[in-house]
């Protein structure tokens, strides 16, 4: 089979072009060799001055206007074939020798070199020899021109162009005068013309007359095909005609192929490019039919000892070549693959490789790069059977030109045509394609097997074609994307090709393809930014961030750092601007003078060793030095040491840059640099729920610049906890020089701890030191900006950026908070406690001092919980349980705090908060205990019944008197309510203290409101009548109902009594003696008061001991059915006398029916009846009867 | 199992193979044989995307072949607008039982169809379901 074959190929003329003489230099040989082979087709027009007719010519219709002849130059020339006689085109028709006058001084021997080479050519019909660049010597030799040596004289490029031009016409007049010979002795003494197909057949079984026709017949065919070449078609078509004719007749089924297939090279010399559907046809028929004779010669002939089967694939491999256009792919596709089939009925290996390669050409012309690139393949193969180097390099070669079809080419490769990168799909590739193949990475990509196997042949072919770069290059490849597919021996297999590869190349060659697989670089400074220069980014470590933070400083503003996101640690905030540095392209910033961390991460994934060199840092754009403060050896030491883990499957495959993004690297001047610390240690202070304390920061300038200006704010959770700051302290520092030191105090108080957190750690019964902490990181931060001058200090002079800019500081506060007291709940105690009578009524409440009975909290009487002042009793108190545990393993010293206001409508009076406090005991509970708490409500209550509770309130005064108080603060909103609670509650606070250090103040407001929430108005209104015993004087002997006017005639009473029964115990009764008494009815309205009043007395058991059968007590005075009216906030004495029989405790209750009660009082006593009379009821009084003295 | 060398391989639209298996019963050389048979699978892939424009039919018998193996092709639908789940399955072979390898085709698409419907497999992405696996070699046994 020949190589490059198609329709046209009938009518070319066979040129051998042999280097002839001394060595001739490549270039040069190459330039003179395309010098002539320019000249493939030679008009007949243009050679019509050479031609001389020496007899008539055979040709009678040469298109001397418009013919051509056409030459084909076989550079080396051929070996005969056997076939030249079937198709007289296979034949060397002219020897063109080229000479280097300079390497071959003797010209005659040089023609005697070409002589003897033209003998190898025994159908040469003309024989020339050029000799280039001839030395004047040699052109002065006349000797030349009987040597039939042509001298191209030294002149330039055109001239000589020219001169080979009309040298190549002359050579075709030549040709065109010979075949006009041949073709005249042809016809006249006929020819005998053989194939090998006849050599040993013998024509003695044919008829005689049978072998004369079919000889004519191949005699016809061969003028036919001299026609061709004298470029005169309709010539051979006749004579082509006939041969077919003769051919049938005779039954020559290869020759009669032949001839038909001359006939369509006549049919369409001049017509190639038209594209005429008939045309087409026609010779898609002619050539089927071709086919098809060529089959038959096959089957009729002895197929072992030669094959015309190579015809046959010829045939094919034209009609396809004619066909070859995308819209009749699948004709030609069904052409190729029969002829690929046709490959296994070749003797010849080179002959399947020739089809191979014309296989793949053709599929390659039609855009089936996939099935060029399968042929290819195949031929790459079987070079690589054969054993010799120039195989291999083709191999290497065809290979090569495969990689891009399965997209494995050499990046050198790759950026020549980096745009369409897309050689697995072929025409109908969408555009969505080309971007998912650049995803998915070539080791994701499962055609993977191929791609190794096309690399590891390229890799074998290389290192047998002895080509290092190549076989680096492949190896590399394979190495860089294949390397998991790869078994470590097979790894280690490619390390040493790559070594020896490299030994190979000169020192200094550098390959477009990265070996290693994955040699991750990573650069990561001191903020944690973390950029990735080769490949993508893998952890960010930062060290410190929050230390060293900048903040672009906006000079026009007090508050500088607004309005400027700080450049990290986060990448994204959402109040930066999608400004110049938008995408991921990070902006860093380092400062001179202060290290920069960069780490570089080294990952070997290979089975085999690899040695790091050097590392180096490349830095364009500014022009600063950067001189490494640890070298390389440090860090491969640490990486050997297991520092550096990587996992080598994390991202194989993926060779893209991802995420390269080479950051802006800015340096600015030296700025201050802060640098806080914990007086006392750095480590989280660790805090009960609410307890308060300070916590000490040292601020320290550890830059080299002075810090002008400094700002303290807030952020992160738990803001509120942080109670003061010494903003004042830090402003006075300033500025601070470096090295200079302030120390601030925060104060702060621990938060609660959510309610989640403490039950989760109540259930799991978890250790008390971790289970009840809060979670770490969550405290309060605070973000110190600072910044040094806006006159930047650096002397140098050169023009500086508008502003250094400042930073910013993050102080975590590490507050670790532990739960401490937990509140249990709280409620309002309905007790009553009745007061003893005495010669005094308890403090009432408008007196303001009444603290003084508050009741005592003692931790020592362990028998009782309260204490209360037996005289008092719970008269006029109100008392609010608060129930604590304490779970933590410390115990809690608990007080609590009433702070009372000043009562500014009596002036005189006002309230020491110090000695409030004093009073209060504190209640110890130790772990895992619980405690009661109370607190006395008594001084909440307001005096009279109406306006002071709006004026406390801070409401209008217009109502008063008009509307009720409880009828108004019914109608008041809730938040009234709220708002009236709030105040009482904040008055009282429960502090605790634990061990010396830690104090707090237990957050109950949520609970106390809870639980005053029904009964507020019960806390703080008084009843609308107060009712009070006390013994009268004995001196005084009132026996009627006296109304004393005054508000608080009760204060003068202590004093008046100094005189009287001191030798008594306070309050004694002594039985068997009249006793006076009075009971004081008190009006805390401001409307008159009528009422019926009555007095008890009862004993221990609850009897009535005034009246009744078993009567006790004796009485003077009236004790029932008491007329009175009480004036608005007045009060009223009835005095009467008791004589008690029997010594014991009786108890005095005063009530009261309230005729004509006012809406007011109808409220309190929360009745709707008009009708229905209201009952007062005082508070029990105790009288303690003794026997004697 | 009358097929002594068969090749099947899932293609997805980006002409990424999302599944393939040597479903052939001869182990001569099953290494070297595998990989030819995948170069003669994605060579074939040139002509099927030819040859599909140019037919409605699912199943394209022998649209490609290279010395004894054929390549026959199943279209799955779609491929005209261009969908997203347009899928070839292609089988080489070298057995001529037309019918078996039809049903063979019919069975694995409807199979396929069941991977794609599952929410957790990405179209386009690799079958790794042993299960798949082991079905479409029940079935090739059972066909071709």
Redesign the interface.
């Known amino acids: 089979m020949e190589p490059d074959v198609s329709m046209e190929t009938g009518s070319e003329i066979r040129v051998a072009v042999l280097p002839i003489g001394g060595a001739i230099p490549r270039d040069l040989l190459r330039d003179y060799v395309s010098m002539l082979a320019r000249h493939t087709r030679v008009e007949l027009s243009s050679i019509s001055s050479f031609y001389v007719e020496h007899q008539k010519s055979p040709f009678a219709h040469q298109p001397w206007d418009t013919g051509a002849l056409r030459i084909q130059f076989v550079v080396g020339g051929a070996p005969p074939s056997p076939w030249e006689d079937f198709q007289s085109n296979r034949k060397v028709l002219a020897v063109v020798g080229v000479c280097h006058c300079p390497s071959s001084p003797d010209l005659g021997l040089v023609a005697d070199q070409f002589a003897a080479a033209c003998k190898g050519y025994t159908s040469a019909l003309v024989e020339r020899c050029f000799a280039f660049c001839p030395s004047d010597a040699q052109l002065e030799d006349k000797s030349n021109k009987e040597n039939n040596v042509i001298l191209f004289p030294p002149s330039d490029r055109q001239a000589q162009e020219l001169h080979m031009l009309t040298m190549v016409q002359d050579l075709a007049a030549s040709l065109l005068m010979e075949f006009e010979k041949w073709v005249l002795r042809a016809e006249s003494a006929g020819t005998i013309l053989k194939t090998p197909l006849d050599s040993q057949s013998s024509l003695s079984s044919e008829e005689f007359i049978k072998a004369k026709k079919k000889r004519l017949g191949r005699a016809q065919k061969t003028i036919g095909d001299y026609c061709l070449l004298a470029g005169s078609p309709v010539d051979a078509n006749a004579h082509y005609t006939t041969a077919i004719e003769l051919a049938r007749l005779t039954g020559d089924v290869f020759w009669h192929a032949g001839a038909l297939e001359g006939s369509v090279s006549a049919l369409l010399v001049d017509r190639m490019d038209l594209r005429d559907p008939t045309l087409e046809e026609e010779v898609k028929y002619r050539y089927y039919s071709v086919v098809q004779l060529y089959r038959r010669a096959f089957l009729q002939d002895n197929a072992q000892r030669v094959s015309t089967v190579s015809f046959e694939l010829e045939a094919a491999l034209k009609l396809a070549r004619y066909l070859c256009r995308r819209e009749l792919s699948k004709e030609v596709v069904d052409l190729l693959m029969g002829a690929a089939d046709g490959a296994k009925s070749l003797i010849d290996a080179s002959d399947r490789l020739i089809l191979y390669v014309e296989i793949a050409r053709l599929f390659g012309m039609l855009g089936y790069h996939r099935k060029a690139a399968f042929f290819s393949r195949q031929v790459a193969q079987l070079y690589l059977q054969q054993d010799n180097a120039n195989a291999a390099v083709s191999a290497m070669q065809v290979l090569s030109i495969t990689s891009k079809a399965y997209q494995v080419q050499s990046r050198r490769a790759d950026s020549n045509s980096s745009v369409s990168p897309n050689g697995l799909g072929s025409g109908h590739s969408d555009v969505g394609k080309m971007h998912l193949q650049s995803i998915v990475s070539l080791f994701e990509s499962q055609w993977n097997t191929l791609q190794m196997v096309v690399l590891r042949e390229i890799l074998m072919s290389s290192v047998r074609a002895g080509v290092p770069l190549a076989a680096w290059s492949a190896a590399a490849r394979l190495l860089r994307s294949y390397y998991p597919l790869i078994t470590p021996a097979g790894q280690s297999g490619l390390a040493s090709s790559l070594t020896n590869s490299a030994e190979r190349l000169p020192p200094g060659t550098r390959c477009a393809d990265p070996a290693l697989p994955f040699i991750r670089h990573l650069l990561l400074n001191e903020y944690g930014h973390s950029c990735s220069f080769q490949l993508e980014m893998l952890h960010s470590f930062p060290i410190h961030p929050s230390q060293v933070d900048i903040v672009k400083r906006n000079p026009g503003k007090e508050e500088w750092w607004l309005d400027s996101a700080p450049s990290g640690p986060f990448i994204y905030t959402p109040f930066s601007k999608g400004g110049p540095n938008d995408g991921n392209k990070q902006d860093l910033t380092w400062i001179v003078g202060e290290p920069v961390q960069i780490l570089v991460e080294l990952a070997n994934p290979c089975g085999f060793d690899l040695t790091v060199d050097s590392i180096y840092l490349s830095v364009h754009s500014v022009n600063f030095d950067v001189f490494p403060l640890s070298d390389v050896d440090n860090l491969l030491l640490g990486a050997a040491q297991g520092l550096v883990l990587s996992d080598p499957f994390r991202c194989c495959g993926s060779g893209k840059l991802k995420n390269a993004s080479i950051p802006n690297i800015s340096v600015v001047p030296a700025l201050p640099l802060l640098v806080s610390h914990v007086v006392g240690g750095d480590g989280a202070a660790i805090l009960y729920e609410g307890e308060i304390r300070d916590i000490w920061l040292s601020l320290t300038n550890a830059g080299t610049v002075p810090i002008e200006q400094a700002h303290i704010s807030l952020s992160g959770k738990h803001q509120d906890s942080v109670i003061s700051i010494a903003y004042e302290t830090l402003r006075l520092a300033l500025p601070l020089k470096p090295g200079a030191e302030v120390t601030i105090p925060v104060t702060i108080k621990a938060w609660q701890l959510s309610l989640v957190d403490s039950d989760h750690a109540m259930s799991k019964n978890a250790p008390l030191s971790t289970g009840k902490m809060s979670k770490e990181g969550n405290g309060p931060l605070l973000l110190v900006y600072y910044a040094g001058p806006l006159e930047p200090s650096d002397p140098s002079g050169e023009k500086q950026s508008p502003v250094p800019p400042g930073r910013r500081l993050v102080v975590p506060l590490h507050v670790c908070v532990l739960q401490g007291l937990r509140f249990v709940r709280a409620r309002l105690l309905s007790m009553e406690i009745p007061a003893h009578v005495s010669e005094t009524l308890p403090k009432p409440l408008e007196n303001g001092n009444s603290f003084e009975v508050t009741p005592d909290f003692s931790e020592h009487k362990n028998d009782r919980l309260i204490r209360i002042d037996p005289y008092r009793g719970s008269w006029g108190l109100r008392l609010l349980e608060l129930e604590l545990s304490n779970p933590t393993d410390v115990a809690f010293e608990v007080s609590v705090l009433i702070q009372l206001e000043k009562k500014d409508r009596h002036g005189l009076m006002s309230v020491d908060l110090d000695s409030a406090d004093m009073d209060c005991h504190k209640t110890r509970i130790d772990r895992d205990y619980s405690a009661r708490v109370l607190i006395p409500l008594e001084h909440f209550k307001l005096p009279i019944i109406d306006g002071s509770f709006f004026a406390k309130d801070a409401q209008t005064d217009n109502c008063v008197g008009k509307v009720s108080n409880t009828g108004c603060s019914e109608r008041n909103t809730k938040a009234e309510l709220d708002a009236c609670i709030n105040n009482l509650v904040s008055k009282i606070k429960v502090r605790w203290q634990s061990g010396r250090n830690s104090c707090g103040e237990l957050n109950i407001k949520d609970a106390i409101q809870a639980a005053l929430q029904t009964s507020v108005m019960d806390v703080l209104l008084p009843d609308p009548l107060t009712f009070g015993f006390r013994l009268r004087k004995k001196e005084t002997m009132p026996n009627q109902t006296n109304p004393t006017g005054k508000l608080n005639g009760f204060s003068d009473e202590p004093f008046a009594q100094s005189d009287g029964c001191n030798l008594r115990p306070k309050g004694s009764i002594l039985a068997h003696e009249m006793t006076p008494m009075e009971i004081l009815v008190r009006n805390n309205t401001k409307e008159m008061i009528k009422m019926n009043l009555s007095i008890t007395c009862r004993d221990v058991a609850g009897e009535n001991c005034v009246e009744g059968d078993k009567a006790t007590v004796l009485w003077a005075g009236v004790l029932s059915g008491i007329e009175l009216v009480v004036p608005p906030l007045q009060e009223i004495t009835h005095p009467f006398s008791f004589y008690f029989l029997v010594p014991g405790e009786y108890t005095l209750l005063g009530a009261a029916v309230i005729d004509d009660a006012t809406d007011i009082l109808r409220t309190c006593a929360r009745t709707n009846s008009a009708v229905e009379p209201i009952f007062c009821r005082g508070s029990p009084f105790h009288v303690h009867v003794v026997g004697t003295l | 199992m009358t097929s002594a060398t068969a090749c099947f391989v899932i293609v997805s639209?980006?002409?990424?193979?999302?599944y393939?298996a040597e479903l052939g019963s001869s182990t001569v050389r099953k290494e070297d044989a595998?990989?030819q048979h995948?170069?003669?699978l994605?060579?074939?892939?040139?002509?099927v995307?030819?040859?599909a424009?140019?037919t409605s039919a699912m199943f394209l018998k022998s649209v490609?072949?290279?010395?004894d193996l054929v390549v026959s092709v199943y279209v799955t639908a779609g491929h005209i607008l261009?969908n997203p789940i347009c899928y070839l399955l292609m089988l080489l072979h070298d057995s001529r039982n037309e019918d078996g390898m039809k049903s063979f085709f019919q069975e694995v698409h409807e199979l396929y169809i069941k991977i794609l419907l599952n929410p957790l497999y990405l179209p386009?992405s690799?079958i790794t379901s042993s299960h798949f696996d082991t079905k479409v070699r029940a079935l090739a046994r059972k066909y071709l």
Do not use: E, K, M, S
């Open positions: 639209r980006n002409d990424i193979p999302i393939d595998a990989h995948q170069f003669i994605h060579a074939a892939l040139d002509v995307q030819d040859v424009w140019t490609d072949r290279f010395n261009l386009g690799r």
